[in-house]
């Protein structure tokens, strides 16, 4: 799903990661637009992975299929080879990505929240 938070005119936005407490599983990710006060944030919490720099810029969060999650977990390490794409979602693990130019912002948590 396209632009999964509802943030209009996504690529004009900066995301910041304020703050990441991997021990805890929670990340917020702080949201403004270029030349407007207006501040916005996204938690995350059970954060199982987070790949990407710490700030870039556009905001245009996509929620992957179940099968991109279970792949991404995968190659971190997360879990076993034999964990289906059915346990992932009975698990509540969900794939949120941004493409960038040069990579992709990529995070599995259990919710996220604007």
Known sequence: MN???VIQR???I???VMSYEWGKGLMTVKLSRQNSPDIQYIRFQGVEVFAGPMQWDGANF???PAASCL???QLAGRVSEFVTEKEIQERKLKLY???LPQ????IVCHVATK
Do not use: G, R
């Not at 990579?103 to 990529?106: E, I, K, P």
């Open 10 to 12: 996504p690529e004009t």
């Open 14 to 16: 900066h995301c910041v």
């Open 103 to 106: 990579m992709s912002v990529q």
């Open 62 to 64: 996509v929620l992957q």
């Open 71 to 73: 792949e991404v977990l």
């Open 3 to 5: 632009n999964v938070f």
């Open 97 to 99: 990505t941004v493409d």
